[in-house]
C-alpha cells in the first residue's frame, strides 16, 4: 500500500495500543509502557502443564493433552488485555496475543507438526445470543499466524456452571460429558482457549479429541493462571 495512502488511514483511524488503546505509530503494536508490563510466560516450563516446573501441576492431575504454553501470565496487563478482548471485544488485542501464542507455540514445540487449530467451543445458543466466540476469534488468528487450517472439531452440547465459581475438583467434574468431538484421524491438534486455570475444559475437549481419532491433542492460551510462593515469585 502507499504510504500516502496509510497516512490517510491513518488519520482517519490511528493504531492504537492493543492493550491500553493509546495511539500509536505505525510499526508498533504496543505502547512502551504496556510493552515493559506485561508479565511474560518463563519459557523454562513443564512442557505437559505449562508451568514453571517447582508448580507443575501434572503430579495432581493425569492430562490427556500431550503439551500447554502460554506467553503470558493472568495477571495485570495481560489480564486487562483479556479482558478488552472478551468484554469490550477489542480486536487488536485478540491479534496481538494470537501472534504471541503461535509464536510461543513454534518455541515450545519446535519439533511438532500441527495439522489443524481448533478452539474451546461456546455453547450454541450463547454463542447466538453474544454473536462473539472469543476463543474461535482468537484460534482463528492463530490458525492464520501459523498458516495452519482451523477447524470446528469440538462441540459443546449443554451448558454448564460458569467454571471460575468452582474449586478445581470441582471444575473436572462440571465439564464431564458436556463436549462432542468431530470423527476425525489427524496426527496433532492445537486446541486453543483464552485463559487457564485448572486446564480441566481443554483436558476434558483433549479426551473427546482422542477418542473421536486424533493421536495428539496440543493446547495452548494467552494467558496462564499461576500460583506465587510466598515471596510473591513465580
Ligand atoms: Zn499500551
Ligand atoms: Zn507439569
Not at 504471541?100 to 478452539?119: L, M, Q, Y
Not at 471460575?164 to 465439564?175: P, Q, S
Request: with cysteine.
Amino acid at each position: 500500500m502507499p504510504d500516502f495512502f496509510k497516512s490517510w488511514l491513518y488519520y482517519l483511524s490511528p493504531k492504537r495500543c492493543a492493550i491500553c488503546r493509546e495511539v500509536l505509530s505505525f510499526r508498533e503494536v504496543l505502547c512502551s509502557d504496556c510493552e515493559g508490563k506485561l508479565h511474560q510466560m518463563d519459557k523454562n516450563i513443564c512442557k505437559r502443564c505449562g508451568h514453571v516446573k517447582k508448580q507443575c501441576e501434572c503430579k495432581n492431575y493425569a492430562y490427556h493433552f500431550r503439551g500447554f504454553t502460554a506467553p503470558f501470565v493472568n495477571e495485570g496487563l495481560a489480564q486487562e488485555g483479556i479482558y478488552g478482548f472478551k468484554f469490550l471485544r477489542n480486536r487488536d488485542a485478540a491479534d496481538f496475543f494470537a501472534t504471541e501464542i503461535a509464536k510461543r507455540v513454534k518455541d515450545i514445540f519446535p519439533d511438532v507438526e500441527f495439522d489443524v487449530v481448533c478452539a474451546i467451543p461456546m455453547y450454541r445458543l450463547k454463542r447466538s445470543v453474544s454473536g462473539f466466540d472469543h476463543a474461535e476469534i482468537l484460534a482463528t488468528e492463530v490458525a492464520r499466524a501459523m498458516n495452519l487450517p482451523y477447524r470446528r472439531l469440538l462441540k459443546k452440547q449443554k451448558n454448564c456452571r460458569p467454571q471460575h465459581t468452582l474449586t478445581a475438583k470441582e471444575r473436572f467434574e462440571n465439564v464431564k460429558g458436556v463436549y462432542t468431538a468431530r470423527k476425525n484421524a489427524y496426527e496433532n491438534v492445537l486446541l486453543i482457549d483464552d485463559i487457564k486455570t485448572t486446564g480441566a475444559t481443554l483436558d476434558e475437549c483433549a479426551r473427546r479429541l482422542m477418542l473421536a481419532g486424533t493421536e495428539n491433542v496440543y493446547c495452548a492460551a494467552a494467558v496462564i493462571s499461576t500460583c506465587k510462593d510466598k515471596d510473591g515469585k513465580l
